[in-house]
């Protein structure tokens, strides 16, 4: 059983910063890629960032430059940190991982953290 808990999210106002973290546990052989997505209303769930084991890092064009996806390989851990938000921030983010359960890989998700931004 592998399970992701996220934390952080919530109210922002315009501008401000807010700090996603998301931590994986459970018998776990490997991480291969664990990311970001986000929900608004009305709207299809979208990547917003990710982090391969590698290292290489992907975001949305709407994110670039405003959004880093910090990981700690060590702890499981990854983070979204928000910087410079946007009322169309405002979402669910969810998290998710992808990872290896000797001998099948699985796609986990978080429950989602609502994150609002308001101006």
């Known amino acids: 059983q592998v399970q992701l808990v996220e934390s952080g999210g919530g109210l922002a106002q315009v501008g401000e910063s807010l700090r996603l973290s998301c931590v994986a546990s459970g018998s776990i052989s490997s991480i291969i890629a664990m990311g970001w997505y986000r929900q608004a209303p009305g709207k299809q769930r979208e990547l917003v960032a990710s982090?391969?084991?590698?290292?290489?890092?992907n975001y949305v064009d709407s994110v670039k430059g405003r959004f880093t996806i910090p990981r700690d390989n060590g702890k499981n851990t990854v983070c979204l940190q928000m910087n410079s938000l946007k009322p169309e921030d405002t979402a669910v983010y969810h998290c998710?991982?992808?990872?290896?359960?000797?001998?099948?890989?699985?796609?986990?998700w978080g429950q989602g953290t609502l994150v609002t931004v308001s101006s």
């Open positions: 982090i391969a084991l590698g290292g290489s890092k």
């Open positions: 998710h991982a992808r990872v290896l359960v000797l001998p099948t890989y699985l796609d986990v």
